[in-house]
């Protein structure tokens, strides 16, 4: 694999108050250009990474790099320039009045130029296709649209990684396949980095690497197609594997002559395809 | 509904008066305010008069807008209209209603003082009918930029209230669902006594200031997330740009204020 761009090494976290670590002893490395998902039950720790990743907590013990900085208070800010980060809540992170301004904040946070400022704002936008709604008000854009603002905000300030935290768990199918289509693209386009923090694995089927976390604990890293073999395993950790997984093992145990797991409904149906014209 | 409450107010036209700068149109209103006091005699209204009628012109706004401003202020009009009339005993005696009389000069004064209220509510309707809220804001902040360096948190208040301007359709958006929700298991906003009806906005309000708070907290760490450290070092992407026509209505203020000095009656 390529060049490591962030390592964590036996991160641990624990809440205020709180009796159990969030994050227990936690080392992972996320290699230049990939696509990782990190999923997990709720209360799994996947959250709380997403936030030690930025910044916005730091660990007790063990250390995070970012890009060769060592995370700490005072590299902090240095290291956010690199990071970028989508939230759950769409309203929630939408600090300017219009998308322009909007995307504009980050820049100006950072003492950017003025012309400097409109060219990158526009450039975000054309990436993310959203440069038709420049002086759009955020209560007149669907979910999925304020997300992609929201990626283009990310964009904007040209970091390497962009985090996902939850991004899409509060947008409907459209809104959904909307943002994962525009970071799939980011992706391709050697852009950016992406760890998506997700509890569904049918968005964690398209990243090239999983990373599974049950109480703290890194539980397991794989390709998709490994973390699905575990099918059981996942399902007793809170995780619903994808539909096409599962139909492909039911059809398999009917005697069905497939090819092992489809992670996508696509695969399934195109192999089904097949298997139909020769039968 | 509610929302055109708030934004019903600024009219988006095409006009001198909205492209003009929100710095100079604030400073326009605060000078203006000064100097309507100076006025005391028919010439000296009549100036202030002319100038904002040509302002009004100016700014292509209709005058139904204007009149909508004035119409909450209306009754304040009339009734310190009222008082003069009755109560300030100056000049002649005009009429006489055996139990009241009424002087020349207080009918004058009255008359005076609630054309001074429409002239100042017509200037101030008119700046937020041509402004947009934000370029106001944008224009506060940098009109008040000079008073950081006495610690006053001018950006702060500035972020402060473009915040709210951008979350107030969201939390309308709120309330009309929790009202809906509330509305559904039993709760009636709109009958019976009004002590009822007080008494149901509890509901209402209760789940509003919950989420407001976390909807603030998760604002904050977004913000924090992408690099906001306070108004030190930050550039505006929003720009303000100062022309010609600026300086010149200021300019004419200027000709205003000598005009009203020299035919003011003393």
């Known amino acids: ?279 | 509904m509610l929302d055109k409450m708030i934004f019903g107010r600024y009219v988006p036209l095409d006009s001198l008066v909205h492209r003009m700068d929100p710095r100079s149109k604030l400073l326009l209103v605060f000078f203006f305010v000064c100097i309507v006091f100076l006025a005391n005699n028919l010439i000296t209204y009549g100036i202030l008069a002319v100038f904002t009628l040509a302002l009004i012109a100016l700014s292509k706004i209709p005058a139904r807008f204007l009149f909508n401003g004035l119409k909450p202020i209306l009754f304040l009009i009339l009734f310190t209209l009222l008082l003069h009339i009755l109560f300030t005993k100056e000049g002649d005696v005009i009429y006489d209603f055996g139990f009241i009389e009424i002087y020349e000069g207080g009918l004058r004064q009255g008359l005076y003082i609630s054309f001074r209220f429409t002239l100042l509510i017509l200037v101030t309707s008119l700046l937020t009918l041509t402004t947009s809220p934000i370029s106001i804001t944008d224009g506060l902040e940098q009109l008040l930029g000079p008073l950081k360096k006495w610690k006053m948190p001018v950006h702060e208040l500035a972020l402060m209230m473009s915040i709210s301007l951008r979350f107030i359709p969201t939390l309308m958006e709120e309330t009309e669902k929790i009202m809906k929700a509330q509305t559904a298991r039993g709760v009636d906003f709109t009958s019976g006594p009004i002590k009822e009806r007080v008494k149901s906005i509890v509901p209402l309000l209760v789940p509003l200031f919950v989420s407001s708070f976390k909807r603030a907290e998760e604002l904050a760490i977004a913000m924090e997330a992408r690099g906001y450290r306070g108004g030190e070092g930050r550039t505006k992407y929003r720009q303000l740009s100062w022309h010609a026509v600026d300086t010149l209505l200021l300019c004419t203020l200027a000709v205003l204020t000598i005009l009203l000095l020299l035919f003011r009656s003393y």
């Open chain 1, 1 to 279: 694999m390529g060049e490591k761009l962030v390592s964590l090494n036996d991160v641990t976290f624990k809440y205020e108050g709180q009796d159990r670590n969030a994050v227990d002893c936690v080392s992972f490395d996320v290699y230049k250009g990939e696509w990782l998902a990190i999923v997990g039950h709720n209360g799994s720790g996947k959250s709380t990474l997403a936030k030690l990743l930025n910044g916005l907590q730091f660990a007790e013990s063990g250390s995070i790099t970012i890009n060769d900085i060592e995370l700490s208070e005072a590299t902090v800010w240095d290291a956010r320039k690199k990071v970028g980060m989508v939230f759950q809540n769409p309203d929630n992170q939408f600090v300017g009045t219009t998308v322009q301004d909007d995307v504009a904040f980050g820049l100006e946070n950072l003492g950017v130029q003025h012309q400097m400022m409109v060219e990158r704002v526009q450039n975000a936008l054309n990436k993310v296709q959203m440069d038709q709604f420049l002086n759009q008000e955020p209560h007149h854009l669907s979910g999925g649209q304020k997300q992609r603002v929201a990626i283009a905000g990310v964009l904007a300030l040209q970091p390497d990684i962009i985090i996902l935290d939850e991004a899409t768990s509060m947008l409907d199918p459209r809104g959904r396949e909307e943002v994962l289509h525009t970071v799939r693209e980011l992706k391709d386009e050697n852009i950016l980095t992406v760890i998506s923090i997700t509890h569904d694995l049918e968005e964690a089927a398209k990243a090239d690497r999983i990373i599974v976390m049950n109480q703290g604990l890194l539980y397991r890293q794989g390709t998709p197609d490994e973390i699905f073999q575990l099918e059981g395993e996942l399902v007793e950790l809170g995780l619903d594997i994808p539909f096409s997984v599962k139909l492909g093992k039911a059809l398999r145990e009917q005697g069905l002559n497939l090819a092992d797991s489809h992670l996508t409904e696509e695969e399934l149906v195109k192999d089904l395809c097949e298997l139909n014209s020769r039968m």
